[in-house]
């Protein structure tokens, strides 16, 4: 279920890994702010080689349409990302939070969690994080918890597997939550099957 517009909900206690602000620095680069650079450099170039008395009005239509948003989504995106990207599991819950335009905060009840795992993509790999991801059977879609160091995605998706199991069990109520120092070694990809009658969250 989402909680976004629940006036007073407090935001998760974990905040993602520090180096998620250069991941996302260097995604920036690569997908959105460096085609935006490139493109007014060559446009720029192409000018000064051919229309030469294009300039004095080519190159500020340049920086104002091109250079200054390239370089502002590089500044800000990554450090509002990393300030709205936070998780925290419970006993019966995971709560995320994501964004950094659009604010979401989701609390998925552990019952409805279907798979949980772990993937790391190419730039992802050089800075030794990982993106967790739960799938539910809510029609709210997967949670994504992105910016997590290696070891602790691989942490969290056993404690996610471990509380999703007790979560299920009839004597749920009365198991104590999982703890991080206490937590059994499983698969990484911690996988749960559904049971045959669960509710939509």
């Keep these: 279920m989402s909680l976004s517009d629940v006036p007073g909900?407090?935001?998760p206690r974990h905040p993602v890994h520090p180096?998620?602000?250069?991941w996302w620095t260097a995604q920036a680069l690569v997908t959105v702010s460096g085609?935006?650079?490139l493109t007014a450099l060559a446009l720029g170039l192409l000018s000064v080689l051919f229309f030469a008395g294009a300039l004095p009005w080519l190159?500020?239509?340049l920086v104002v349409t091109l250079v200054a948003p390239a370089l502002a989504y590089a500044f800000l995106m990554p450090r509002r990302r990393y300030a709205g990207h936070a998780w925290e599991l419970g006993a019966h819950a995971v709560y995320a939070a994501d964004g950094w335009i659009w604010r979401r905060r989701r609390i998925t009840p552990l019952s409805q969690v279907q798979t949980v795992d772990t993937v790391r993509g190419p730039i992802q790999?050089?800075?030794?994080?990982?993106?967790?991801?739960?799938t539910t059977a809510s029609t709210a879609?997967?949670?994504?918890?992105?910016g997590l160091?290696?070891?602790d995605a691989e942490e969290l998706a056993r404690l996610i597997g471990r509380a999703t199991h007790t979560a299920r069990t009839p004597d749920a109520h009365a198991a104590p939550a999982p703890d991080a120092r206490?937590?059994?070694?499983?698969?990484?990809?911690?996988?749960?099957?559904?049971?045959g009658t669960e509710g939509v969250a």
């Design 182 to 195: 206490t937590a059994p070694a499983s698969d990484a990809h911690a996988r749960v099957d559904r049971p």
């Design 35 to 37: 085609p935006m650079l």
């Design 141 to 146: 879609g997967e949670v994504r918890i992105a």
């Design 125 to 134: 790999r050089r800075y030794g994080l990982a993106t967790l991801t739960v």
């Design 19 to 22: 180096r998620a602000r250069t």
């Design 59 to 61: 190159v500020p239509l």
């Design 9 to 11: 909900l407090r935001p």
């Design 149 to 151: 160091a290696d070891a």
